[in-house]
C-alpha cells in the first residue's frame, strides 16, 4: 500500500511562506506599477506646464492657441515684470510671506509647547486638557460666533485675523505629542537628575530628537498660512491688505485686473490670461520649492509620530 504524503503539512526544516507583499514583483506587475505612476505623474505636471507656458507666451501666441498654450511660441517675461513692478500684486505676494513667517513661527511654537506638556503624563491637568483639545475637532462653534468673537475683540481689518483664528490644529499636536511620548523616558530622568528644567529638555534634548516630524509640522502649518484665502476675505475690508490668494481669486474667478494692470490688459499690452496664470504661477512656486526639501522627512515625522500617539 502507497503511504499518502499531506503537503499541506510543512516540514520543520523547511523554510516559512513568505507573505505576498514580500514576494518579487513580477515583470508585469513593475511593468504595470509603472505605467500607473507615469500616467499619475503626467495627470499632475501636464495642467502645470499649461500653466507655466501659458504665463510665458505673448499675447499673439495666446490669441492664436484661442485661449490656454501648450506649445511655447516665442517667451516673454512681461506679465512676471508687470506683476513685480510694485503694484498690488507685489504688495500682495509680501503680505503673503510676512503673513506666512510670522504665522508659522508662532503656530509651531505654541503648537511644541503644548505637545510636549501633554506628553508628560504627571503634567498639571493634562488628560482634561487632551479631552478639551480633542473635542474641537469634533464640535465647533461656527462661522458667526467666531466672527463675532474676533470682532469683540478688535482684530477685524488687522494681520492678525489672518493668523490668530487658525492659528493651532489639533491634528499637528497630536501628531508632535507622540512623537515626544516615544523618546526615551529614561533620557529625559538622567536629564532632570543633572539639573535641567523642562525648556532646557525641551530644548537641548526633545526638539534636536524630532527634527523630522517638526520639519513636518511647519511644512503643514506654512503651506496653510501662504494658500488661506477665506479669513482675509472674511475680516478685511480694505482690498491694499489683502494677501495674494485673493489677489488671484479676483483676477482668476471675478476677472478683475490687479490695479496698475487694467490699463494695460485694456490697451492690449498685456494678455489678461497670462496675467492669471502667472498670478497661479507664483502662488504655487513657493509650496513647489521647499516642499521637496522636507519630502525626506514625510515618512519619519508623520507614520513614527502616528504610530507611537
Given at each position: 500500500?502507497?503511504?499518502?504524503?499531506?503537503?499541506?503539512?510543512?516540514?520543520?526544516?523547511?523554510?516559512?511562506?513568505?507573505?505576498?507583499?514580500?514576494?518579487?514583483?513580477?515583470?508585469?506587475?513593475?511593468?504595470?506599477?509603472?505605467?500607473?505612476?507615469?500616467?499619475?505623474?503626467?495627470?499632475?505636471?501636464?495642467?502645470?506646464?499649461?500653466?507655466?507656458?501659458?504665463?510665458?507666451?505673448?499675447?499673439?501666441?495666446?490669441?492664436?492657441?484661442?485661449?490656454?498654450?501648450?506649445?511655447?511660441?516665442?517667451?516673454?517675461?512681461?506679465?512676471?515684470?508687470?506683476?513685480?513692478?510694485?503694484?498690488?500684486?507685489?504688495?500682495?505676494?509680501?503680505?503673503?510671506?510676512?503673513?506666512?513667517?510670522?504665522g508659522?513661527?508662532?503656530?509651531?511654537?505654541?503648537?511644541?509647547?503644548?505637545?510636549?506638556?501633554l506628553?508628560?503624563?504627571?503634567?498639571?491637568?493634562?488628560?482634561?486638557?487632551?479631552?478639551?483639545?480633542?473635542?474641537?475637532?469634533?464640535?465647533?462653534?461656527?462661522?458667526?460666533?467666531?466672527?463675532?468673537?474676533?470682532?469683540?475683540?478688535?482684530?477685524t481689518?488687522?494681520?492678525?485675523?489672518?493668523?490668530?483664528?487658525?492659528a493651532?490644529?489639533?491634528?499637528?499636536?497630536?501628531?508632535?505629542?507622540?512623537?515626544?511620548?516615544?523618546?526615551?523616558?529614561?533620557?529625559?530622568?538622567?536629564?532632570?537628575?543633572?539639573?535641567?528644567?523642562?525648556?532646557?529638555?525641551?530644548?537641548?534634548?526633545?526638539?534636536?530628537?524630532?527634527?523630522?516630524?517638526?520639519?513636518?509640522?511647519?511644512?503643514?502649518?506654512?503651506?496653510?498660512?501662504?494658500?488661506?484665502?477665506?479669513?482675509?476675505?472674511?475680516?478685511?475690508?480694505?482690498?491694499?491688505?489683502?494677501?495674494?490668494?485673493?489677489?488671484?481669486?479676483?483676477?482668476?474667478?471675478?476677472?478683475?485686473?490687479?490695479?496698475?494692470?487694467?490699463?494695460?490688459?485694456?490697451?492690449?499690452?498685456?494678455?489678461?490670461?497670462?496675467?492669471?496664470?502667472?498670478?497661479?504661477?507664483?502662488?504655487?512656486?513657493?509650496?513647489a520649492?521647499?516642499?521637496?526639501?522636507?519630502?525626506?522627512?514625510?515618512?519619519?515625522?508623520?507614520?513614527?509620530?502616528?504610530v507611537?500617539?
Amino acid at each position: 500500500m502507497t503511504a499518502v504524503i499531506d503537503k499541506s503539512v510543512r516540514k520543520p526544516w523547511a523554510a516559512p511562506p513568505q507573505p505576498v507583499w514580500e514576494e518579487q514583483p513580477t515583470k508585469v506587475g513593475l511593468a504595470s506599477k509603472g505605467l500607473v505612476l507615469g500616467i499619475a505623474c503626467l495627470a499632475v505636471l501636464f495642467p502645470l506646464w499649461i500653466v507655466v507656458v501659458t504665463s510665458l507666451s505673448t499675447r499673439r501666441t495666446i490669441d492664436e492657441a484661442g485661449g490656454l498654450v501648450m506649445v511655447p511660441k516665442g517667451i516673454t517675461f512681461v506679465a512676471y515684470q508687470e506683476l513685480l513692478s510694485g503694484g498690488q500684486v507685489t504688495r500682495a505676494a509680501i503680505i503673503s510671506v510676512l503673513v506666512t513667517l510670522v504665522g508659522t513661527a508662532f503656530s509651531i511654537t505654541v503648537s511644541v509647547l503644548c505637545a510636549y506638556g501633554l506628553s508628560r503624563t504627571g503634567s498639571l491637568g493634562h488628560r482634561w486638557i487632551l479631552m478639551l483639545l480633542l473635542a474641537t475637532m469634533f464640535f465647533s462653534a461656527g462661522l458667526i460666533p467666531t466672527y463675532l468673537l474676533v470682532q469683540t475683540l478688535g482684530l477685524t481689518d488687522s494681520y492678525l485675523a489672518l493668523i490668530l483664528p487658525s492659528a493651532i490644529s489639533v491634528f499637528n499636536i497630536l501628531v508632535l505629542r507622540g512623537f515626544f511620548m516615544g523618546i526615551s523616558q529614561e533620557l529625559i530622568d538622567s536629564a532632570r537628575i543633572d539639573g535641567a528644567g523642562d525648556f532646557r529638555i525641551l530644548w537641548r534634548i526633545v526638539m534636536p530628537l524630532s527634527r523630522a516630524v517638526i520639519a513636518v509640522i511647519t511644512l503643514f502649518y506654512a503651506v496653510g498660512y501662504w494658500s488661506a484665502w477665506f479669513n482675509a476675505s472674511l475680516y478685511l475690508n480694505d482690498q491694499d491688505m489683502m494677501p495674494l490668494q485673493n489677489v488671484m481669486i479676483q483676477l482668476v474667478q471675478k476677472q478683475e485686473a490687479p490695479v496698475g494692470l487694467a490699463q494695460a490688459i485694456k490697451t492690449g499690452q498685456l494678455s489678461g490670461l497670462a496675467v492669471q496664470m502667472a498670478v497661479m504661477v507664483m502662488a504655487l512656486l513657493p509650496v513647489a520649492v521647499l516642499s521637496p526639501f522636507v519630502q525626506r522627512h514625510f515618512k519619519k515625522g508623520m507614520l513614527t509620530g502616528a504610530v507611537k500617539g
